[in-house]
């Protein structure tokens, strides 16, 4: 496996979680790289991306001020902080590489995706 998710769990809301992403092959190196999520019966949704040097990062309005993007290029693994958890978090989280050090929200510009971890918020 060459992305691997992790730090799912069952949490309470109002909890707080943090994922991990390795990058195994390190595909990511010199590339952007995004969180998404995808909940049952919807597509799948872009949460958070960051540049190759952590200079840029964008997030969906829906996890804005509660979840926080970051990575260490020394250990070639991407984080996603994620507070204030609400039920409509709950989701199987992925994260994905681009091919470019600046990347978007479409799934289309990121070609390496990890197996995906699941959260899930209880109220």
């Known amino acids: 496996v060459q992305l691997q998710a992790s730090g799912g769990g069952l949490v309470q809301a109002g909890g707080s979680l943090k994922l991990s992403c390795t990058d195994s092959?390190?595909?990511?190196?010199?590339?952007?790289m995004s969180w998404f999520r995808q909940a049952p019966g919807k597509e799948r949704e872009f949460v958070a991306s960051?540049?190759?040097?952590?200079?840029?990062?964008a997030y969906a309005d829906s996890v804005k001020g509660r979840f926080t993007i970051s990575r260490d290029n020394a250990k070639n693994t991407l984080y996603l902080q994620m507070n204030s958890l609400k039920p409509e978090d709950t989701a199987v989280y992925y994260c994905?590489?681009?091919?470019?050090?600046?990347?978007?929200?479409?799934?289309?510009?990121?070609?390496?995706w990890g197996q995906g971890t699941q959260v899930t918020v209880s109220s």
């Open positions: 960051i540049s190759w040097r952590s200079t840029n990062t």
């Open positions: 994905a590489t681009a091919r470019r050090s600046y990347s978007g929200a479409a799934t289309q510009e990121y070609p390496y």
């Open positions: 092959r390190r595909t990511s190196s010199n590339n952007a």
